[in-house]
């Protein structure tokens, strides 16, 4: 059924948001809070939502070949790591995850993550104003969404992967040998490679680590992706929604326009 809103109306979330807190250094460590041990920091994302606040730390990711550089939990090495322009400063101790709600005032997370249905996104965007979005004239489908809606969606072949890969990967979430396989398939570089540039080229590509945290984060201003094929399947993300990253400061003119739990610091 196609959602109906108008400006007026308040943005229902199905998901709680997740706030992401940069840790700076070891002094920052949390020992009462489980450290994330899994494929990616989508799935981390994922944990978070349910209300379960966790550390991602430089050891956390066990398949996922972006996010290390991406996180800034190491430099980049190789040429395929030096693609990757867009990171959080190399040597980040750790990233505090958890459900927005559950932060002290005195100690907001840097960055919101938000994940909804475009019809949502557009409300999003009507009510904060594009000026708090990054600048998305110039970027491809793979950092932004923000062309598609602006009214000008990918086209040809992009636009059809786009519409169906995600749609397929969504359909094959509920099989356990598909999650086995994809997290075999990703600990081969030259596989993760392939997809780096079949992602860049055609649909999203690091669309939770990047596109909603460290874009936000660098720019201090919100962005808006379609899922990459990570965020899909190990995120467990549904194809219907998108993903949102916003600056605190953003966030929290949002706020007071948003219904559902756990959407209040």
């Known amino acids: 059924m196609k959602e109906s809103h108008n400006r007026g109306e308040p943005i229902r979330l199905e998901l709680s948001p997740v706030g992401v807190k940069i840790l700076s250094d070891e002094g920052n460590e949390r020992p009462d809070v489980d450290v994330f041990e899994g494929v990616s920091f989508c799935q981390a994302v994922g944990e978070a939502t349910t209300g379960r606040p966790l550390i991602v730390g430089p050891s956390s990711i066990t398949v996922c070949k972006w996010a290390p550089v991406v996180l800034g939990f190491k ?20 990233l505090y995850l958890a459900p927005v709600s559950m932060f002290e005032r005195d100690a907001p997370p840097e960055v919101v993550i938000l994940r909804t249905t475009p019809e949502k996104c557009r409300l999003m965007i009507k009510w904060l104003g594009w000026d708090n979005f990054i600048d998305y004239r110039s970027l491809e489908q793979d950092l ?75 720019s201090n201003k919100a962005n808006i992706s379609y899922f990459c094929t990570g965020g899909i399947a190990w995120g467990k993300n549904s194809s219907r929604n998108m993903t949102v990253g916003l600056p605190f400061e953003v966030y929290q003119d949002l706020a007071p326009h948003l219904t559902g739990k756990g959407t209040s610091c």
């Open 75 to 94: 430099e980049a090495e190789d040429s395929f790591e030096k693609t990757i322009s867009q990171h959080l400063p190399p040597f980040t101790s750790g």
């Open 144 to 218: 932004t969404a923000l062309n598609s809606l602006s009214g000008h969606p990918p086209q040809g072949l992009s636009g059809w992967l786009i519409r169906n890969v995600n749609r397929w990967l969504d359909q094959w979430n509920r099989f356990d040998w598909w999650h086995r396989f994809t997290t075999f398939l990703f600990k081969s570089w030259i596989v993760t490679r392939i997809f780096d540039r079949f992602n860049a080229k055609f649909m999203a590509n690091m669309s939770m680590c990047r596109n909603s945290l460290v874009v936000p984060f660098l």
